[in-house]
């Protein structure tokens, strides 16, 4: 019998996570049951390195906050893409060899193109909430569809803003307001980042990179103004399937 093919995800922490249900499922569709994915919550993103050592048979893996960035230092070869972002969330293994990509670009452009086209919004620019692994796979994508942003940080580091700079004209500029860090995520679904939602209206649009609860505060926050709103499910799906296609290239 041969070895099964183990994949998995690393980050810290993974309760919150879709993607081992969401592979299991993919391999059980398929009949593949020569591959296992599992959960890795690292407390350290030397872990990998161990990770990789005591499993041989480990041939992908996708990675979650707070690793996305840290990680491009363990890498034996970056994808050009993921070079550019800064930020790898799937990593290829083959040949002893650990090269690193990022799908969340592609998740993020199919989701916010099928979200543009179903609700005809016309996007004028963007707030990026974050400056994490995943705010740069949002900022590349938005990029590259010419599309002005401004970054959003408590810290106010690297010239973001800060939340306290959000204000009517800001929103009116910057009509879609994209939310990249973790606040609102199972099981503190209960917190929400801090913008000025009492000035949102009809013309504003959120997009938030949680799927974990369904809706989040911050999505029913901006509902409750009019807004139109998309979580991450789509996004999770979309890169998740990217993902796949590398690790069987």
């Not at 996570?17 to 391999?27: D, E, L, N, R, V």
């Not at 930020?87 to 083959?94: C, E, L, Y």
Request: aromatic share 12%.
């Amino acid at each position: 019998m041969s070895k099964s093919k183990l994949f998995g995800l690393i980050g810290r922490p993974l309760a919150h996570s879709f993607s081992q249900a969401y592979f299991t499922k993919k391999f059980e569709d398929e009949g593949l049951d020569d591959h296992r994915y599992d959960s890795f919550p690292i407390y350290t993103d030397y872990y990998l390195n161990i990770l990789k050592r005591d499993n041989d048979n480990l041939v992908g893996l996708n990675v979650t906050i707070p690793y996305k960035e840290s990680v491009m230092h363990f890498m034996d070869g970056l994808d050009e893409t993921a070079l550019e972002i800064g930020a790898v969330n799937t990593i290829d293994i083959r040949d002893g060899r650990m090269i690193g990509y990022n799908t969340d670009a592609i998740g993020f452009q199919k989701s916010f193109e099928k979200f543009v086209e179903e609700k005809t919004l016309k996007v004028t620019g963007a707030l990026i909430l974050g400056t994490g692994g995943a705010s740069k796979a949002v900022k590349y994508v938005l990029d590259r569809k010419n599309i002005p942003f401004k970054m959003i940080s408590r810290s106010k580091n690297n010239g973001a803003l800060g939340y306290d700079d959000i204000d009517e004209k800001l929103i009116t500029q910057y009509n879609f307001i994209v939310n990249t860090t973790p606040v609102g995520t199972f099981p503190k679904a209960e917190l929400f980042p801090k913008i000025p939602y009492h000035l949102l209206t009809a013309k504003q649009s959120l997009f938030d990179l949680v799927y974990n609860p369904e809706k989040t505060v911050f999505l029913a926050k901006g509902e409750a103004q009019g807004c139109s709103t998309r979580n991450g499910l789509d996004m999770l799906h979309a890169q998740a399937e990217a993902a796949w296609e590398i690790w069987n290239k």
